[in-house]
């Protein structure tokens, strides 16, 4: 079955520090690849995606990029601000498959610092 | 602004009663979801529906139920026989089958006191 493992945390950084959180999967198919923010007390929000192998997904000064070949998709932002403070998910959307659903990592909480 | 409305935010319930969750959204989306989501254990998937009158259990459906009438509305209800309520809940849909992401909700706490 398809599987999302994301590095544990928390993490905890100093404001304009470099971020790095890991992202590796297990999937049957083709998959599309997501990387969600969840402030406190709200639902998760789409941070960015890509669907093909080699895509790099950005927004908000976050990147991703699809490995095919190390099944990864590692979150980076260059210099990450107080309100970058929030959880991450990684998520698979398994295309190959008939498996109509989302499977997550189990999020990894950042925190930064001033 | 479409989107999806969850409520309410904050819900409170006694031992041994059942409780709906509301989930309503206008982005014409055909998908649905409900998610749990407990400290450290990430989000777990009760139950979704693709299309109305239709839905499937996700990997954690005992002690709930969920109904599909219409293509907006998809409540969950968390009935006396979920040992363990307490938790922050999540809808989302989809306009596919998930391959461009998922929009969610704000979320509903539910408290058993």
């Known amino acids: 079955g398809n599987s999302v493992t994301q590095m544990e945390g928390p993490v905890t950084l100093s404001e304009e520090a470099f971020l790095t959180i890991n992202c590796t999967y297990t999937?049957?198919?083709?998959?599309?690849l997501f990387w969600y923010v969840q402030y406190p007390g709200e639902g998760l929000q789409l941070l960015l995606k890509a669907t093909k192998a080699d895509d790099k997904g950005s927004n908000k000064g976050f990147e991703a990029t699809y490995r095919k070949e190390t099944t990864s998709f590692h979150l980076e932002k260059g210099s990450v601000q107080v309100s970058d403070s929030a959880v991450y998910f990684c998520?698979?959307?398994?295309?190959?498959?008939?498996?109509?659903?989302?499977?997550f990592g189990k999020g990894t909480l950042l925190t930064v610092n001033p | 602004d479409g989107g999806i409305t969850q409520s309410p935010k904050y819900l409170f319930r006694k031992e041994g009663q059942n409780v709906t969750l509301s989930c309503e959204q206008n982005l014409n989306h055909d998908a649905m979801y409900w998610y749990r989501q407990d400290p450290g254990q990430g989000l777990r998937l009760i139950y979704y529906?693709?299309?109305?009158?239709?839905?499937q259990k996700g990997d954690i459906a005992e002690g709930y139920s969920v109904s599909r009438e219409k293509k907006e509305s998809f409540p969950l209800t968390v009935t006396s026989a979920q040992k363990n309520p307490t938790a922050f809940y999540l809808c989302?849909?989809?306009?596919?089958?998930?391959?461009?992401?998922?929009?969610f909700g704000s979320g509903t706490r539910l408290t058993v006191v």
């Open positions: 998520a698979l959307s398994d295309r190959g498959g008939s498996n109509y659903k989302l499977t």
């Open positions: 989302a849909s989809s306009i596919d089958n998930g391959i461009l992401g998922y929009t």
């Open positions: 529906s693709q299309i109305v009158n239709d839905f």
């Open positions: 999937a049957t198919g083709y998959p599309s």
